[in-house]
Nanobody, 127 residues
Framework: QLPFVESGGGLVQVGGSVRLSCTAS????????IGWFRQAPGEEREGISC????????FFAETVKGRSTVSRGDAKNTLYLQMNTLKPEDTGVYFC????????????????????WGQGTQVTVSS
């Protein structure tokens, strides 16, 4: 499966907001789930949201819960991640991928048959 294309990152001040785009080659409803992940320098990739496209339900990691929303664009092939009240620890490269999984025990993960990783988009939160 083709990788998604992430965009919308940049340099943001603490307390600011960012809206990231995840663009697929087809309607996002073609994928059972789409997740957002991020990787800070020197850290492992962290799952921060998982959206089940048929129900529209999204689960968030505790690190971003309450200040993040996910929405589907009018173009139907784009999923947005809106993050508010940004903190320096939100700095990292953000990726999206298909076939995320969620459980209360393990949090947000990816199925072994997810699509390829894209290039990601860098978000830098400055204080």
């Amino acid at each position: 499966q083709l990788p998604f294309v992430e965009s919308g990152g940049g340099l943001v001040q603490v307390g600011g907001s960012v809206r990231l785009s995840c663009t697929a080659s087809e309607d996002t409803l073609e994928y059972p789930s789409i997740g957002w992940f991020r990787q800070a320098p020197g850290e492992e990739r962290e799952g921060i949201s998982c959206t089940f496209t048929e129900s529209g339900r999204t689960f968030f990691a505790e690190t971003v819960k309450g200040r993040s929303t996910v929405s589907r664009g009018d173009a139907k092939n784009t999923l947005y991640l809106q993050m508010n009240t940004l903190k320096p620890e939100d700095t990292g490269v953000y990726f999206c991928a298909s076939k995320c999984l969620y459980s209360m025990v393990r949090g947000i993960e990816l199925s072994s048959d997810h699509n390829s990783w894209g290039q990601g988009t860098q978000v830098t939160v400055s204080s």
